[in-house]
């Protein structure tokens, strides 16, 4: 069973610049989630989508972060403009959604660096 | 409002001795608590998890953990610990009634050969 991919797994850009991640959740999986990962600290949780819609996006900064996953399957989060406290690891995960006990599948994620 | 927290950011053990990750929650009613691994330059791993039942949950690469209501712990364990074991293990709990997963800030842990 192929894993969530994630693309690009690296980008350095400049503030006031835009960028997009994508990601492609495990075959299936109905819940797709975008954590923010920034050094010393856990994952904080950006978005959820269940199929295509948003389940939460209490903490998307939505002046700047916009996320969509059209067709229920894969998604993009793009950042517009970034700012130096945006670099950062982003990380795709997915699960069945099913249950709230189901355990989510991380892809290796995509690594931010805003200079 | 649930919230995780892992005491120790650093926790160093020798080859072949036990380990413990501490971890203890907050939720308002009953959790769902799980454990993930990360190792450098990759994304997190699921390792166990609790929902209801046996308070000794057994995962991979043998790790267990154990749910202690009273103390609102959820301690990660393995017998003999391994120097692949070294990595950023992460806590994680969802209260039942809540969508949202909330995960500690990672403790650090270093096997030593």
């Known amino acids: 069973e192929a894993g969530v991919a994630q693309s690009p797994r690296y980008k350095i850009i400049e503030k006031r610049q835009s960028v997009a991640f994508w990601c492609n959740p495990i075959?299936?999986?109905?819940?797709l989630y975008w954590y923010q990962q920034i050094l010393g600290q856990g994952p904080k949780l950006l978005i959820q989508?269940?199929?295509?819609?948003?389940?939460?996006d209490s903490q998307l900064p939505k002046d700047r972060f916009s996320a969509e996953r059209l067709k229920g399957v894969d998604s993009t989060l793009k950042i517009q403009p970034a700012k130096l406290e945006d670099s950062a690891v982003y990380l795709c995960?997915?699960?069945?959604?099913?249950?709230?006990?189901?355990?989510?599948?991380f892809g290796p994620g995509t690594r931010l660096t805003v200079l | 409002a649930q919230s995780v927290a892992q005491p120790e950011d650093q926790v160093n053990v020798a080859e072949g001795n036990p380990l413990t990750v501490k971890c203890t929650y907050s939720?308002?009613?009953?959790?769902?608590l799980f454990w993930y691994v990360q190792y450098p330059n990759r994304g997190l791993q699921f390792l166990l998890k609790?929902?209801?039942?046996?308070?000794l949950v057994k995962g991979s690469y043998g790790f267990e953990a154990e749910f202690n209501k009273s103390q609102t712990s959820f301690h990660l364990k393995k017998p003999s610990a391994l120097v692949s074991d070294s990595a950023l293990y992460f806590c994680?709990?969802?209260?039942?009634?809540?969508?949202?997963?909330?995960f500690g800030i990672g403790t650090k842990l270093q096997v030593i050969p």
């Open positions: 995960a997915s699960n069945s959604g099913g249950r709230r006990d189901n355990e989510q599948f």
């Open positions: 075959s299936g999986h109905a819940t």
């Open positions: 989508f269940q199929n295509n819609g948003v389940v939460d």
């Open positions: 939720v308002s009613g009953n959790p769902y």
């Open positions: 609790y929902i209801t039942g046996d308070n």
């Open positions: 994680a709990v969802r209260d039942k009634g809540y969508q949202k997963v909330t």
